[in-house]
């Protein structure tokens, strides 16, 4: 009798082991051979957890997507598409991605983590437009998948983390520009944590700037992706998070992009916390007030109608 009970057991837990990772498909942004900007390249992906479990990405050259669906019982409709951090060199893909995939999908908002491609002259023309292409593209994949999903199109958002903070208020302020515009890569909200924001030299984060725009570097295009001046009343809503010693990426960051909302009257949730530093996601502890973080994130969402 123990043998079948354990057993079944088995079989049980393989069920849901298949189960989870037919949720967690894994989808190529662009067909092969269709890639934008694509140069060959001997740049090789590599992939590295360190001592306090992260996992870093880098050399990213093949843009992919992962989707974490919501179970249908707990489905609200919504989605995320989530953009971790690095400076443009790395992707922090655990605690800036697949972390906050889990925890969206246990409240009924389904999440899909971006691979996106990392600036690099080797393997790309014209570095700077890259990642945005790729985020834009996630956008239409997942409204194009919306039915199959059970995602309602009018409510998905886009979250970023630092750099990836930075691709996605880039997203928001210039889904209507450049090569691959379309209105279906316009988020409907979007999650800011300690963002970049600009790239004006008093406040911005040298390296994302310098990875991201190379050796095209120009005032041109410093202000056209400093996403603060590209404000405009087509930007989503935001929710932003940001810690005041932060000596990575200043806190003015955030706070100039959420007073280019406010002057469009666009509505905006910032949190501002005394200390945090930089890079935690959801590691707060010993970090004061800012523990409280995800919990208002959590009203801001269900305020917003994405979470019941």
């Known amino acids: 009798m123990k043998k079948i009970f354990h057993s079944i057991a088995s079989l049980s837990l393989c069920a849901l082991s298949y189960q989870s990772m037919a949720q967690n498909e ?24 360190d001592a306090s479990g992260i996992l870093r990405i880098s050399g990213v050259t093949v843009p992919t997507m992962t989707a974490y669906i919501a179970p249908k019982e707990k489905a609200t409709g919504a989605a ?28 009924g908002i389904s999440a899909f983590v971006l691979k996106y491609r990392l600036p690099n002259a080797k393997a ?15 956008m239409k994949l997942v409204r194009e998948g919306a039915g199959k999903w059970n995602i309602d199109k009018n409510k998905i958002g ?24 379309s209105p279906d890569a316009k988020p409907d909200f979007s999650i800011l944590l300690y963002p970049v924001i600009s790239f004006q030299p008093t406040i911005s984060h040298g390296g994302s700037r310098d990875n991201l725009l190379g050796s095209e570097k120009s005032e041109e295009l410093i202000k056209y992706y400093s996403n603060e001046m590209q404000v405009s009343d087509q930007t989503p809503p935001a929710f932003l998070v940001h ?28 949190h501002l916390y005394p200390k945090g530093g930089h890079g935690y996601g959801m590691r707060t502890e010993g970090k004061g007030s800012l523990a409280n973080w995800p919990a208002a994130m959590e009203g801001w969402l269900k305020a917003m109608g994405y979470m019941k």
């Not at 989530?82 to 409240?107: M, Q, T, V």
């Not at 790309?124 to 996630?138: K, S, W």
């Not at 928001?172 to 090569?179: A, D, E, L, R, V």
Request: aromatic share 8%; charged share 20%.
């Open 124 to 138: 790309m023309e014209h570095q700077h437009e890259v990642p945005l292409m790729d985020a834009m593209q996630a």
């Open 26 to 49: 894994t989808i190529n942004l662009w067909p092969e051979g269709k890639v934008p900007n694509f140069k060959s390249s001997d740049i090789q992906e590599k992939s590295e957890t």
């Open 80 to 107: 995320v598409v989530i953009c971790p951090g690095g400076g443009y060199g790395i992707l922090a893909a655990s605690h800036e991605g697949s972390d906050f995939a889990k925890w969206f999908n246990d409240r």
């Open 243 to 270: 810690a005041m010693d932060d000596t990575g990426v200043p806190v003015e960051n955030s706070i100039q992009y959420y007073l280019a909302l406010k002057n469009k009257k666009i509505p905006a949730e910032m």
């Open 158 to 181: 886009v979250m970023g983390f630092s750099a990836g903070g930075h691709l996605a208020a880039t997203l928001s302020t210039h889904h209507n520009m450049g090569p691959k515009a």
